[in-house]
Structures are given as C-alpha cells and as structure tokens.
C-alpha cells in the first residue's frame, strides 16, 4: 500500500506562486518503482493532467497550459514530489492530486490519470483574479 499526502494548497493572487508536496510512504514502498503525476480537477469539469515525472527528472512532462510555469522536481532522498507553481492565473484553480504509478526507472510517467493506481486526498488551490 502507498500513502500520498499532499500539501501547500492555499489562496493567491493572480500572478503568485505557490508550491505544492507530495509525501510518498509505504511499508513496501520503493520511490524508484514509482513515476509521480500531478493532476487538477475544478469543479464541473473532468480531471485534467498537469506534469508527471519518472525515477530520472530528464523524463518530465507539463500539460501545455502550465508549461513554462509550473515545475515538478523528486527528491528521492526524501520520497517527495515538489511542484513549484509561478505566474498563477484564476484558471489555475482547483483541486489538485498527486498520484502514483509503477514504473522502471528509465520509463517516464503516464498523462493518463487511468494508469494511477495510487492517489492523494486533494490540495485545493485558489487563484484570486
């Protein structure tokens, strides 16, 4: 069983940054088996993909509405997934998921949120204009 937990959810004003992190834990958990997602769902709509990353950082990737402004960085040491949010706009705003799926080392991680096998309990996120 793996535990996510999620944190640094919060209210800011259009243009501001936030960071968000996902603690990974398990009594069998390996952080290098797993590729980390983050995902975002707004009330109404569907949940939609935000970046996900593999064991090595070169395999990261944004949806194209927040690349260039959001990064996803690991620290394997710590089992945790960062993603540092800069530039927010109001249509940032939603709950956000970290996510887990296995994964070999080399392999990058999925967009789909059907191959996470492993979710958080949601940081909700609020981007006044």
């Known amino acids: 069983q793996v535990q996510l937990v999620e944190s640094g959810g919060g209210l800011v004003q259009a243009g501001g940054s936030l960071r968000l992190s996902c603690a990974a834990s398990?009594?069998?958990?390996?952080?290098?088996?797993?590729?980390m997602g983050w995902f975002r769902q707004a009330p109404g709509k569907e949940r939609e993909f935000v970046a996900t990353?593999?064991?090595?950082?070169?395999?990261?990737k944004y949806a194209d509405s927040v690349k260039g402004r959001f990064t996803l960085f690991r620290d394997n040491a710590a089992n945790t997934v960062y993603l540092q949010m800069n530039t927010l706009k109001p249509e940032d705003t939603a709950v956000y998921y970290c996510?887990?799926?296995?994964?070999?080392?080399?392999?990058?991680?999925?967009?789909?949120?059907?191959?996470?096998?492993?979710w958080g309990q949601g940081t909700q996120v609020t981007v006044s204009s």
């Open positions: 990353i593999g064991w090595i950082a070169v395999n990261t």
């Open positions: 398990g009594r069998t958990f390996t952080f290098s088996s797993y590729a």
């Open positions: 996510a887990a799926h296995a994964a070999s080392p080399s392999a990058s991680g999925s967009r789909d949120y059907r191959n996470y096998a492993y």
